[in-house]
């Protein structure tokens, strides 16, 4: 499948590094692709882009809107910051696509842990859905760490939850499929964007259990009754 | 041990019959004795208070004020809108106590699931903490249904984990003892009370996976590479 990545950060990397072995037509989408492909020096957990693109030469690098105009599948990992700008500017090209968003709406700018910037009463799942009308929204692999997002059968098994919330059932089994491949055994439907909020607001909790164990590899199982 | 548990619904019964139970001296703490043990219509989720302690006849009930002073520890599970103006008109009482405070921040006047009515950058126990600022507060037990909190191996096998947060560390190994007596076995220490925030936050996710699976009998189980 023809796929877009929007992002080059870790989240965006994960992915495309992942759906590539997967054999998918993968292009990564970002602002300005040369200045992306000259970053050499690593992110705070990132690998550089540039030094990554040269690792993973199948993957094609393009401009947002040239990412998603072909793309039969978005992958949304943009920094918060920047998120609905960028998603604003190439909105016909997103037009009846499904767009899985993972951005976590992360405020930095008093230090860390970062605040949210939207939650309670919104989500950033469901500002991307209002920004993009005629795009499928899937809210989903934002409640782990990259790694865990495209391998989870690296920690536990695999067995541990995905969650995902959207407002079109076939985007959302759109996703199933993508995660499957990845290899997520347990994954829960939340129901519509509405419930991106709490896959959202799970962070702070993220954040807490992230500083105490001093590692981000792990994730929530849910241990049910009915276990599901 | 004397125990004061504060409040009448679910949750603060669930605590005092467990406690009662383990042989504590437990009295329950209200706003007006007569008029709570003159109910008989049950709550939505509750049993009707005053059929409860005719069932728990070792239980004593008493004001609020005479409740928490002659207790040793304070469980406090009284609901968001009235349990700031309860605990300032019985801080003297409080002071220099242990205070698990398990009440979520919740404001059902706009509907269920209900909205958060602080959030993000406050969380309902530092509120608590900074009304009693000589009392040790300890989040506790707020993430999971009041029958897990007190008998944690119904579900699982106890195999699920108990999150805490509080500045005293000599209070959380009390509370620690009382979960420990419940039957918890997995209890992660998050910090101080500014971690409440990600215990509360993480409510609207725990809404959504009730909605689901339509029952609350469900936790959380951590799984990761240092299996705590």
């Given at each position: 499948m023809k796929i877009a990545v929007l992002g080059t950060g870790m989240v965006g990397q994960?992915?495309?590094?992942?759906?590539?072995?997967l054999k998918h037509d993968v292009t990564v989408g970002?602002?300005?692709?040369?200045k992306a492909l000259a970053r050499t020096e690593p992110?705070?957990?990132?690998?550089?882009?540039?030094?990554?693109?040269?690792?993973?030469?199948?993957?094609?690098?393009?401009?947002?809107?040239?990412?998603?105009?072909?793309?039969?599948?978005?992958?949304?990992?943009?920094?918060?910051?920047?998120?609905?700008?960028?998603?604003?500017?190439?909105?016909?090209?997103?037009?009846?696509?499904?767009?899985?968003?993972?951005?976590?709406?992360?405020?930095?700018?008093?230090?860390?842990?970062p605040r949210l910037t939207v939650s309670n009463d919104d989500s950033m799942g469901e500002t991307v859905q209002r920004?993009?009308?005629?795009?499928?929204?899937?809210?989903a692999f934002n409640t782990v760490n990259a790694r865990i997002q495209v391998d989870p059968k690296s920690l536990g098994s695999g067995d541990h939850h995905l969650f995902m919330a959207g407002n079109d059932q076939a985007a959302k089994d759109e996703t199933v499929k993508i995660a499957k491949a990845y290899g997520w055994q347990n994954i829960l439907d939340l129901g519509d964007i509405k419930s991106a909020r709490g896959l959202e607001m799970?962070?702070?909790?993220?954040?807490?259990?992230?500083?105490?164990?001093?590692?981000?590899?792990?994730n929530y199982k849910i241990v049910s009754q009915e276990g599901i």
């Open positions: 994960a992915h495309a590094a992942k759906l590539s072995e970002t602002n300005d692709v040369d992110g705070r957990m990132t690998e550089a882009f540039g030094v990554w693109a040269k690792q993973h030469p199948a993957v094609k690098v393009a401009t947002f809107a040239e990412a998603a105009k072909d793309a039969q599948l978005v992958i949304e990992a943009i920094s918060a910051d920047a998120v609905i700008d960028v998603l604003s500017a190439i909105k016909d090209q997103l037009d009846g696509k499904v767009l899985v968003d993972i951005t976590n709406p992360l405020d930095f700018s008093q230090g860390t842990p920004t993009l009308p005629q795009t499928k929204v899937v809210k799970v962070f702070p909790l993220w954040a807490e259990i992230y500083a105490k164990l001093g590692s981000a590899v792990f």
